[in-house]
């Protein structure tokens, strides 16, 4: 059984003579596949390389993905202004002459001034950060399926244990329908004597008429046939390695429409109970199936 689910959270890391990256991923349920990246401008080039690298393993749901870079001193670089240090020089030069002042202006005090010095991070290639970069990235993929695996088997045992009450409500409808029929016969020979009196014998044929359009209209064979499938093949894909979740839906669709189909022909007041029971336990199925991959 290696059923995921969709929510999870993982973290990589790596780091290269260019700095330490970060990768940090949380996954929310989503109809289809999309991932979201926030991360430094530098990181703007391998966006798709990361994101074909997150969907070949990622099958469903939305994947934020938050980078961070701590650049090493290899990386980093800084430029000088010098227009604008001259322009400073000039500037405060001709202030010290109108007002009298005989200080010289330091270098140390120019490059305190700002935007005279800007440390950079653009010494660095896209090629140069994407070795890191993937490291880190395969290492949070690896830690959210992990996390997704965990949870997955949870909502596995939880489906197994729900499907199962379902399968055992069905049984005892199938077990109590043939009563169904029974109990009408009994009933409405009852109710024609009643109507007739002793002294009118009711006609068997008639009777049996009666009897066979009411067990035609109440047979639910084929729907209990087609439940008990539809159960085996939903145990059959929690049990596969595939990401399942919209096959478990379809299927969760199917059985709900089998129920219902059961409900309407019931005629029964225990046949409706149960049926409301199995449409409650397969409500609890529905809203977990939502959360898996």
């Known amino acids: 059984m290696n059923v995921r689910s969709m929510t999870g959270f993982g973290r990589g890391e790596a780091g290269s003579d260019f700095g330490r990256i970060v990768v940090e991923m949380k996954a929310?349920?989503?109809?289809?596949?999309?991932?979201?990246?926030?991360?430094?401008?530098?990181f703007a080039a391998l966006e798709e390389s990361a994101r074909k690298l997150i969907l070949a393993r990622v099958a469903r749901g939305r994947?934020?993905?938050?980078?961070?870079?701590?650049?090493?001193a290899k990386a980093r670089g800084v430029s000088v202004d010098k227009e604008l240090a001259i322009a400073y020089y000039n500037a405060l030069s001709a202030l010290g002459e109108e007002i009298g002042s005989k200080t010289e202006l330091s270098l140390d005090t120019l490059a305190k001034l700002p935007d005279v010095l800007k440390v950079e991070e653009g010494q660095v290639t896209a090629d140069d950060l994407w070795p890191t970069f993937e490291s880190a990235t395969v290492a949070a993929v690896d830690n959210l399926l992990a996390m997704r695996e965990r949870e997955g088997?949870?909502?596995?045992?939880?489906?197994?244990?729900?499907?199962?009450?379902?399968?055992?409500?069905?049984?005892?409808?199938?077990?109590?329908?043939?009563?169904?029929?029974?109990?009408?016969r009994t009933r409405l020979t009852k109710r024609l004597e009643e109507?007739?009196?002793q002294s009118n014998v009711v006609e068997p044929q008639r009777l049996a008429q009666e009897v066979a359009i009411f067990a035609d209209r109440s047979d639910i064979t084929e729907e209990i046939q087609r439940l008990g499938s539809h159960i085996s093949q939903f145990r059959a894909a929690l049990a596969g390695s595939d990401a399942v979740g919209r096959k478990l839906d379809f299927l969760v669709q199917e059985i709900g429409r089998e129920i219902n189909t059961i409900g309407s022909k019931a005629n029964d007041a225990a046949i409706t109970g149960l049926v409301v029971d199995a449409k409650s336990e397969l409500e609890k199925v529905r809203e977990q199936v939502q959360n898996i991959e």
């Open 28 to 42: 929310v349920n989503h109809r289809f596949s999309e991932v979201v990246f926030r991360m430094p401008r530098q």
């Open 63 to 72: 994947v934020d993905v938050f980078v961070s870079w701590e650049a090493a």
């Open 153 to 184: 088997t949870n909502l596995a045992q939880d489906l197994l244990t729900r499907i199962s009450r379902i399968e055992e409500m069905a049984g005892a409808v199938a077990e109590r329908a043939p009563g169904v029929v029974t109990e009408y």
């Open 195 to 197: 109507l007739l009196g």
